[in-house]
């Protein structure tokens, strides 16, 4: 009969049980796994064991999340933003085709007709000097 031979390598990690202080060894893998998950595992004396943390890739996805939050919101502000200003942009234009941003009537001479009929919406203006 022919013989098999296999040759198997496992790291282990060192863990110190919270509950009873027994240090004992756990595969690397398996409690990578528990600190991805949070899920339990137990000592050798049989207390329940987890990783309460969040872990690196968890506080990074956070971090990540917190900055998209924040640059849709800026987006969005700028959008507002442009959006008055194109407004602001449409009825000075009008004004100076003559029309009356109050009652959208046309004048031809729409400085008077603001100062006589709507002096509250005129804005004060300083003389060049």
Partial sequence: ?????????VAF?????CACGVP???????LDKRRETHK??????????????????E???KLLDDEAQRHSRTLARLNTTEQRARKAERKLKRVARGVCPCCNRTFE??????????????PECKPAA
């Fill in 1 to 9: 009969m022919a013989e098999a031979a296999f040759s198997l390598s």
């Fill in 24 to 30: 004992f060894a756990a595969p690397r893998e398996l």
């Fill in 59 to 61: 506080r990074l996805k």
């Fill in 40 to 57: 339990d595992f137990f000592c050798p004396n049989g207390h329940n064991l987890h990783f309460p943390g969040e872990t690196e890739a």
């Fill in 13 to 17: 990690e060192r863990v110190t049980c």
């Fill in 109 to 122: 001479n729409l400085a008077r007709h603001m100062a006589t009929k709507h002096p509250d919406q005129v």
